[in-house]
C-alpha cells in the first residue's frame, strides 16, 4: 500500500476527508423491524451529522405495520437517542432524514407493494436520479421474493444510475440453500449490484487488520508458520438468545456466527498481501484463504469441533435460565449455543498453524477478539535458574468491547535480580483518535452508496464458507443428543473446549479478566 493510497483509504473510514455520497433514494424492507430502529436509521443519522449523506436523499420504509408517518418518525427519533451512541442529539441531522422519509404499508410478497414502491420512487427521480439502494432488513425467507418482485417492476434496472441490493446475514443456511440464493439473485441482478453484508467488517480493528499487515514493515514479515505458533479467534457473548429462539432453534452457533462472523476474521487475519487496495483485489484474497482450509472428514468433525449449550446459572450477578427454558425453544432442544473448532490452512504460508475459533452465548465476558499466539524463542536462555519462566508473546486485536490493539511480551522486572514479568503494551482507538460514535454500520452502508464492495462478500466466499462447515453440521444433525455437552450460563464455556487445545500442548486466552 503506498502513501497515497493509505492516506485517501484511511480518509475514507471516517468522516474526515470523505465526500458525500452521490444523491440516491433508500428503500428499507423491513421499515418496523428492530434491525431498522436499532442500526440502520441510527447509522444514517451519524452519516448525517457527518455531512456524508446527499443533499439529494429520499428514504422510503417497508413494513407491515398500520403506522403514519408522524408516528413512524417519533418511534425513530426515540430509536436513535437510544442507540446512535452520540451524546447529544443534533436536531438538524435528524430533520434533514424525517423531512425526505416516506413509508408504504405492504407484504413483502405482494405485487401491489412494488407497483406502489414504483410509483413512489418514480416521484422522487428529481432529487435522487435513478440511483436507489434497496436494504433487506427481512428475515432470509424474503430475500429472493423482495429481489425478484423488485425484477418483475423495473426495479433492478436503471438507464442513467444504478441499482444496489444490501442482503444481510444469514446468506443461506446450508451450501445448497447459499447457492440457491446465489443464483436467484444473480439471475435478475449482476454480482457489482450485490452487497452482501456482515456488520464485523463495519468495525474499525477489523479494517484495522489490513493496515497492521500491510502498512507496518516489522509486521508482515513475522506474520507466517515460521514465527507464528497457532491464532485464537474468540466472539465471546453474555447474552442469552432472548426473543429470537424461533429463529435460533434451527439455527445454532456453528450457522449463525461461523461461516460469516468468524470466518471473516479468520480470511482478513490469513490472507496474502493485496495487489491493489480494491473490492476485487482484496475479496479474491480472502476467498484464497477459504478454499485452502482443510475439509473436515466425519472423524475430524467429532475430534475438531466441540458443540456445548448453556444451562442455568449466574451471568452479571443475577441467575439466569438454561437454553431449553428460554421462550420459542425445544424443551429437549439439541441446538447448540457454543461451538468451537481447530482449523488448519493448507497453504504455503499457514501449513501447520492451527487457528483456533470459538463464540458462544451466555459466557463471562463479552469479548470479541483475534489473538496471534507468537514461538517462542529457540535457545531460551532464562529458563535455566529462579529468573521466572517465559511466556507465550502475544499480538490481540481486540474487536469488542474496546477496540484497539496490545502487545504482550516479557521484560526484566526491576532489582538487582534477572525476574522475568510480562508486559502489556495497549492501543486503544479512543486514546489515540477521535472516534465518532457509531453503531458499525456507517462505513458498510456508505461504502455501498458509493459503489466500493471492498469490505462486502462474493458470492464465492459464501459458498466456501459454508462447504467449510457442512461436514460439521452434518455430523451434529445426525449425532443429536450425542457429543452435546453442557456449560453454566456465565462461565468460560465447556471443559471439553479446552480439552480440544490441551491436547496441543496449547490453552485458551481467559475470557473470566483481561489478560
Known sequence: MD????????????????????????????????????????????????????????????????????????????????????????????????????????????????????????????????????????????????????ADVGLTRAEHGWR?????????????????????????????????????????????????RFANGFFEPIWNRDHIDHVQITVAETVGVEQRGAFYEPTGALRD?????????????AMEPPIALDANAVRSRKQDVLKTVRPFTEDDARRYAVRAQYDAGVSAGKPVKGYRDEARVNPHSTTETYCALSVLIDNWRWAGVPFYLRTGKRLTRRQTEIAIAFKRAPHLVFDDGPVGATTTNWLVLHLQPDEGMSLHFDAKVPGPAVRLGNVHMD?????????????????????????????????????????????????????????????????????????????????????????
Open 3 to 150: 502513501e497515497r493510497t493509505s492516506e485517501a483509504w484511511c480518509a475514507k473510514l471516517g468522516a474526515g476527508g470523505a465526500k458525500p455520497a452521490p444523491s440516491c433514494a433508500i428503500v428499507i424492507f423491513g421499515m418496523g423491524g428492530d434491525l431498522t430502529r436499532r442500526l440502520l436509521i441510527p447509522a444514517l443519522y451519524n452519516l448525517s451529522c457527518w455531512g456524508l449523506l446527499p443533499d439529494g436523499i429520499a428514504i422510503v420504509g417497508v413494513g407491515h405495520s398500520d403506522i403514519g408517518i408522524d408516528e413512524l418518525c417519533t418511534q425513530l427519533e426515540a430509536g436513535i437517542r437510544a442507540f446512535s451512541g452520540n451524546a447529544g442529539f443534533n436536531r438538524a441531522a435528524w430533520d434533514r432524514i424525517a423531512r425526505n422519509l416516506d413509508y408504504i404499508k405492504g407484504e413483502f410478497e405482494d405485487p401491489a407493494t412494488y407497483r406502489e414502491l414504483a410509483k413512489r420512487l418514480s416521484t422522487k427521480t428529481k432529487d435522487t436520479g435513478e440511483n436507489v439502494l434497496f436494504y433487506l432488513a427481512v428475515a432470509e425467507k424474503f430475500f429472493a421474493p423482495v429481489v425478484l418482485r423488485l
Open 257 to 269: 456466527m461461523v461461516p460469516n462472523h468468524l470466518f471473516q476474521l479468520l480470511s482478513l487475519t
Open 427 to 515: 492501543f486503544l482507538y479512543k486514546d489515540y483518535f477521535h472516534v465518532a460514535p457509531s453503531t458499525g454500520y456507517e462505513t458498510l452502508v456508505y461504502d455501498c452508496m458509493i459503489g466500493d464492495q471492498m469490505l462486502f462478500q462474493g458470492a464465492e466466499s459464501i459458498e466456501a464458507a459454508w462447504s467449510i462447515v457442512q461436514p460439521i453440521a452434518d455430523v451434529w444433525s445426525e449425532d443429536r443428543e450425542k457429543g452435546l455437552v453442557r456449560y453454566s450460563a456465565g462461565s468460560p464455556g465447556p471443559l471439553e473446549a479446552d480439552k480440544l487445545l490441551e491436547s496441543e500442548g496449547r490453552h485458551w486466552r481467559p475470557l473470566d479478566r483481561n489478560e
Open 164 to 212: 444496489r441490493v444490501i442482503v444481510e446475514k444469514p446468506f443461506g443456511h446450508d451450501v445448497a440453500s447459499a447457492r440457491a440464493l446465489n443464483r436467484t439473485l444473480l439471475s435478475v441482478l449482476s454480482e457489482d449490484q450485490i452487497y452482501r453484508i456482515d456488520h464485523f467488517l463495519g468495525k474499525e480493528t477489523v479494517q484495522n487488520i489490513l493496515v497492521v
